[in-house]
């Protein structure tokens, strides 16, 4: 019997958020103390307060700058002596460039405490930032000036020169926020752009431009509401539903893009999110508590809005595929979206929304509206899609169906869906409602799967689509074939269809129409592969799946004849077939093949992207596969069950060659190509195939050129979570032996830290581990400001449970590489010499290792830069009881360059502290420094170990601890060794 999960109260959640920010995992902290706010009752003001004020400290160290300020803002309200909410509260303003309010939080908190040192030096760093700010607010005030004359004024001499003029307004929009705020000039932006867009003299292109610059204002919350609220002062809604709608102004995707970018910044607003940066929304922001009590209101309104517009006739189709993504990007809580509750009213009634008047006629529930969408298609519609808007609503219906997160709410999901379901199926003799149908059960068979096949696994279900693929219309044939692939997902359904349905499949690949013949040959394709890679589970005869694969080459090679439609279903079949080895070598000998795959996923894009990263994958046998007990094999063996067959050309070398001859012919171009889609799973299979690409070190260059970083990252953001790790990995591969100015140029090189530091988890297998320290090494060596973003992605602790791992050898010497890298920004440094850690020990105790010679190389490197501390000595003989004895045995390790290196850090110690110096003298070690330096020329290889150690002995000998010998003078005087030679 299992204990009830306990609940905690506000105070334990306080308390969790003060021991998560003492180990300063401010993720944590934020989430603890988030929670905490949402149980805290309305008499416990002081507990709440507190709350308030810690979680602004922790949005501070996450730089959410915004919300430290509003959570300072509450405690000021209730406190406006709270001198902690004052400072944060200024230190907030200062990092948004509100500088005059900070300064006036500075200068209140400092007549509360005069003495307090830190509002000192806040406030001459704010006043100096001010005289700073009056200076370039003039001169900004000017540019923008200048720029609004030649874009709005028609001060322009001609079209070049006003294009010009507004990309100059978005770049002085995104220098500051002074520029923003004088771009946005109180609003007056607004219209100016508005009415260029609407111009019919207006081009694409500067309309795009005009929405990026009205975009990047927004990015501020506040002018993000105030925009959404302006447009229409007296009626919320169709204020609401002008600056929604702005996406249907002009038909061009790009602007379309780029507008659906606003929609995006008013979803943050209204909750205090941002995906982008990982910041997660503020349920009492969206939920209208003060001081946001209108926020839940323009949530609403922005759902309805968009859930109107997807079944609306008017919207294009790049327009409803656009509502869709903001869907997905927004409406889910478990996948980052606004917070929990809202996607279950989208699912139930309209009602459930409505807290007033209701602002929008329409009744249905937003999941209606999505199935009415997925049951249309191209050939027929009652507003117009495409075949890429079913991949767009899968992914939405199978988010949805995930947040689901309580039996209660996935009855009513499934309730919805059997209704609408049903009512299609009272009228199923009539052709339009099969095709409904047909369309319907292919989305859910490719979105929330299991809803899909309880749906389609019943007797009216397969008589309609048999009828169908029988009938001589080539529309509901191409439908019905379709639907059969889809329904094939098992491989016992695949017998099954095989067994009664053969003839109908081999009909409708006879068919003279293209497009029902290959959704046929897809059928078959499907059907051959049901067995995976296993050959004992074949559903056709040998020789079968080439077959079929000739086929689906025809369709691919033949780009003339074929639409990108029909040769994406072809991909589609060899996708399947790609399971067999067979096919796999058959693939990879075809270099016409690989590039028509290319071709294919230039054209298409994300409409190939499943069918054509899951080709890579299989052909790089890069997909999960369980490990394989050997004693479990035998046994099933023995006890005649069935054991998977691996087939002989699915071994390494095989595989190599596969990965070389995909990428010599594109397939990370073909990468970049496909990766625009939402669908995480989708990206977890390219972050496979890469991965898998860059396991060949001579492939990595390849992989770099053709785009293969930018991707790499964009999949560390937005894959799966396997998927995110996997790419990662592959970006720590690129890093390893590149230099890392061309690996990661610019920019890139800070962008890939903080997946690489991601890779740095104990739960993350071995290679990676160690890959991601080699490639943070090379970066480390590059600047400070890249080992600052190292310690700004709170790396050095992962680092050093690694550094501290004596089982795995090759981990530990690569995490003391990076750490010796790290020694050379005077912070990281500092914090090692610093009393209280055992640091400067174990890099002693390290350079001494006999047997790692790697690690003792890295660890008397590290011991040098150290010894060029202050007070290091004296820590030394204050800390390490044994130094004398890990001295002796640095100055007679076996490895010349880690003994060199050692006698290095020893005499700058001696140079450093004369008691050392004297402790030296005075033990053994003095000897073995005194035979250092009388080895010979018959020991070369440790010459710069002897002249370390002459350095030792001139350091005693300048501080007067030992003389020379007459010995030595001769010695000195005739530049020779008076020690015999063996």
């Not at 909410?85 to 309010?101: D, M, N, V």
């Not at 609403?300 to 968009?306: A, G, N, T």
């Not at 970049?672 to 299979?685: F, G, M, P, R, Y």
């Not at 018959?938 to 370390?948: F, I, L, P, T, Y």
Request: glycine residues 4%.
């Amino acid at each position: 019997m299992t204990a009830a999960p306990t609940i905690q109260s506000a105070e334990d959640l306080k308390e969790s958020g003060n021991s998560a920010v003492k180990r300063e995992n401010w993720s944590e902290a934020l989430e603890r103390y988030t929670e905490a706010l949402q149980l805290v009752s309305e008499d416990e003001q002081a507990l709440r307060l507190t709350l308030y004020r810690n979680r602004s400290l922790v949005r501070l160290k996450l730089e959410e700058y915004e919300g430290a300020e509003a959570d300072c803002t509450l405690v000021l309200e209730k406190d406006g002596t709270d001198t902690k909410a004052l400072y944060r509260r200024s230190l907030a303003r200062e990092q948004q460039e509100k500088i005059g309010g900070a300064l006036l939080d500075c200068k209140e908190g400092l007549r509360l405490t005069p003495n307090d040192r830190d509002l000192k030096d806040l406030f001459h760093r704010l006043a100096k930032a001010n005289n700073d700010l009056l200076k370039k607010t003039t001169s900004m005030e000017h540019r923008v000036g200048e720029m609004h004359k030649l874009v709005f004024d028609g001060q322009a001499k001609d079209a070049e020169q006003r294009m010009t003029a507004i990309n100059n307004l978005l770049v002085l929009a995104r220098e500051s926020e002074t520029g923003a705020l004088r771009v946005w000039n109180e609003g007056r932006l607004v219209a100016l752009v508005l009415s260029s867009i609407s111009s019919p003299d207006t081009t694409d292109e500067f309309a795009v431009a005009a929405v990026r610059v009205l975009d990047e204002v927004c990015k501020n919350h506040g002018r993000a509401i105030q925009l959404m609220s302006m447009l229409n002062k007296e009626d919320g809604a169709k204020s609401v539903q002008t600056a929604v709608r702005l996406m249907c102004a002009r038909p061009a995707k790009e602007f379309v893009d780029a507008t659906s970018l606003i929609v995006q910044r008013f979803f943050n607003a209204c909750c205090r999110m941002d995906r982008q940066k990982e910041i997660k929304p503020d349920p009492a922001v969206a939920e209208g508590r003060k001081p946001c009590a209108a926020n839940k209101l323009w949530i609403v309104r922005l759902i309805l809005e968009l859930q109107s517009m997807l079944t609306d006739k008017t919207v294009d189709v790049h327009v409803r595929e656009t509502v869709i993504d903001l869907f997905v990007k927004n409406l889910m809580h478990m996948d980052g979206g606004i917070p929990r509750g809202w996607s279950w009213r989208f699912v139930e009634e309209r009602d459930s929304y409505v807290f007033g008047p209701a602002d929008n006629a329409n009744a249905c529930s937003g999941l209606l509206s999505l199935l009415d969408v997925s049951a249309q298609s191209p050939e027929q519609a009652e507003y117009p899609v495409s075949h890429e808007t079913r991949q767009h609503l899968a992914i939405c219906l199978t988010k949805l169906h995930d947040d689901m997160v309580f039996d209660t709410k996935r009855v009513i999901f499934k309730d919805k869906i059997d209704l609408y379901f049903n009512n299609l199926m009272s009228r199923n003799n009539e052709r339009e409602y099969q095709i409904k149908i047909s369309n319907l059960l292919c989305t859910l068979l490719q979105g929330p799967v299991d809803l899909g096949v309880s749906l389609v696994t019943n007797d009216q279900i397969t008589a309609m689509m048999l009828h169908m693929a029988a009938s001589e219309d080539l529309i509901l044939q191409a439908v019905a074939a379709e639907l059969i692939v889809l329904s094939v997902v098992k491989h016992e359904r695949a017998s099954s269809m095989l067994k009664n349905g053969k003839p109908i499949l081999y009909k409708l690949f006879n068919s003279e129409d293209p497009n029902v013949k290959v959704r046929a040959l897809v059928g078959l394709c499907k059907c051959a592969s049901a067995g995976g890679d296993d050959l004992a589970k074949s559903t056709m005869q040998e020789g079968a799946s080439l077959k079929l694969a000739q086929y689906c080459k025809k369709f691919l090679l033949d780009v003339n004849t074929y639409p990108m439609e029909v040769r994406r279903f072809a991909c589609e079949g060899l996708s399947y077939l790609s399971l067999d080895a067979d096919v796999k070598e058959w693939i990879v000998e075809d270099p016409l093949l690989l590039r028509a795959l290319l071709i294919l996923a230039q054209s298409a894009g994300a409409l190939c992207v499943y069918t054509l990263a899951q080709i890579y994958v299989n052909l790089t046998n890069s997909y999960e596969k369980p490990k394989v007990d050997e004693e479990l094999v035998k046994l099933a063996q023995f006890a005649k069950h069935h054991v998977p067959e691996t087939h002989p050309w699915d071994v390494e070398q095989y595989i190599e060659n596969r990965v070389r001859a995909l990428v010599s012919e594109g397939a990370v171009a073909a990468c970049v190509a496909i990766h625009k889609t939402e669908s995480k799973n989708a990206l977890e299979l390219i972050a496979r195939a890469m991965l898998a690409f860059s396991e060949c070190e001579d492939l990595r260059g390849k992989i770099i050129a053709e785009g293969g970083t930018p991707l790499l990252l964009h999949l560390t953001k937005n894959a799966t979570g396997e998927g995110k790790i996997k790419a990662a990995h592959a970006i720590a591969r690129l890093g390893m032996k590149a230099d890392p100015d061309i690996a990661f140029p610019g920019q890139r090189a800070y962008e890939v830290v903080k997946p690489l530091v991601e890779l740095l988890h104990p739960d993350v297998e071995g290679k990676a581990n160690y890959d991601a320290l080699v490639t943070l090494t090379n970066l480390a060596s590059k600047s400070d400001s890249i080992r600052k973003r190292i310690i700004k992605e709170r790396a050095p602790p992962k680092i050093e449970e690694f550094w501290f791992m004596v089982e795995h050898e090759h981990l530990r010497a690569a995490a003391a590489e990076l750490l010796l890298n790290m020694l050379f920004l005077e912070e990281y440094c500092e914090n090692v010499v610093k009393k209280g850690t055992d640091k400067l020990k174990l890099w002693i105790l390290y350079a001494s290792e006999a047997e790692d010679v790697r690690l003792a190389r890295t660890s008397a490197a590290g011991f040098v830069i150290l010894s060029e501390e202050e007070g290091i000595a004296a820590r030394i003989m204050d800390e390490i009881a044994s130094w004398k004895d890990c001295f002796q045995e640095i100055a007679m390790h076996e490895d010349p360059e880690t003994q060199r290196r050692g006698l290095m850090a020893i005499a700058n110690l001696m140079e450093r502290s004369e008691k050392m110096c004297a402790e030296i003298v005075a033990c053994e070690l003095f000897r073995v420094l005194i035979a250092i330096t009388k080895l010979g020329e018959m020991n070369a290889q440790r010459k710069m170990s002897m002249d370390e150690a002459k350095k030792c002995l001139s350091a005693a000998e300048a501080k007067g601890l030992i003389r020379p010998t007459d010995r030595e003078m001769y010695e000195r005087t005739n530049n020779m060794t008076t020690v015999q030679e063996e």
